[in-house]
C-alpha cells in the first residue's frame, strides 16, 4: 500500500464509520407502552408507564389531550429538575425511564396522555396513553342510603307520635267509658232504693 494510499484511506473510512455511526443514531427514538389504557378512580394514582431507546440525553415531554383543553403537563431531561405545569404541581412524580405518576387523580384528569421523546438529533417520536378516571360508585350509594335513613327518622318520628297520641286517646276513651258505667251503675242503685 502506497503512501498516498494510507493517508486517503484513513480518512475515509474514519468518515464512512462517522457516517455508519450517525445513521444509527438517527435511526431515531423507539417508545414501549405496556398499557395503553388505563383505569384508576378518583383520589387515587395512576402510573403512565413508558419505556424509551435513543442515543443520547433526550427530553421527555407530556400532555394531555382532553375534552376541555390540551395542556402541557411536564418537560424534563432524565437526571435534571423537571418543569411541571401548575395544575400538576404537587401530583406529578417523574421517572428516568420516561413514566409518570399522577397522584390524587381529578375526574378532569381523563384524557389522551401523549408523551414525546427527542433525542439531541431533533428526532422525536410520540405515544398516547388513554387515562379513565371514574368517581367512587360506593360513595353515592353511602349518600343514598344516608339519605334514605334520614328520610325513614324523619317519617317514623311523626308516625311514633301518631301511634302514642292513639294510645291517648284510647286510654281516655275507656277511663271516660268506665266513669260512665259508674255513673249508671250509681242511677240504678239509686232509682232501686
Known amino acids: 500500500m502506497s503512501k498516498w494510499e494510507k493517508d486517503t484511506c484513513v480518512p475515509v473510512l474514519l468518515f464512512i ?49 382532553s375534552i376541555w383543553k ?5 418537560v424534563w431531561e432524565p437526571k435534571k429538575q423537571p418543569n411541571i405545569s401548575e395544575s400538576y404541581k404537587d401530583r406529578l412524580c417523574t421517572y428516568s425511564n420516561g413514566s409518570i405518576q399522577i397522584l390524587n387523580l381529578r375526574e378532569n384528569d381523563s384524557g389522551y396522555y401523549v408523551v414525546t421523546v427527542t433525542d439531541h438529533f431533533g428526532t422525536s417520536k410520540d405515544a398516547a396513553i388513554f387515562l ?25 318520628f311523626p308516625m311514633f307520635l301518631i301511634w302514642l297520641l292513639e294510645k291517648c286517646v284510647q286510654m281516655i276513651k275507656r277511663k271516660r267509658w268506665k266513669q260512665k258505667i259508674r255513673k249508671e251503675a250509681e242511677e240504678i242503685e239509686l232509682q232501686s232504693l
Request: aromatic share 8%; charged share 10%; with cysteine.
Open 17 to 65: 464509520l462517522f457516517i455508519v455511526d450517525y445513521s444509527l443514531q438517527a435511526q431515531g427514538v423507539a417508545i414501549t407502552i405496556p398499557n395503553q389504557v388505563i383505569n384508576a378512580t378518583v383520589e387515587e394514582s395512576a402510573l403512565l408507564s413508558v419505556e424509551y431507546l435513543c442515543q443520547g440525553t433526550p427530553t421527555i415531554q407530556w400532555s394531555v389531550l
Open 70 to 74: 390540551i395542556q402541557n403537563i411536564v
Open 132 to 156: 379513565k378516571v371514574d368517581v367512587h360508585i360506593y360513595e353515592d350509594l353511602h349518600f343514598v342510603a344516608v339519605i334514605l335513613t334520614v328520610l325513614l327518622a324523619i317519617s317514623g
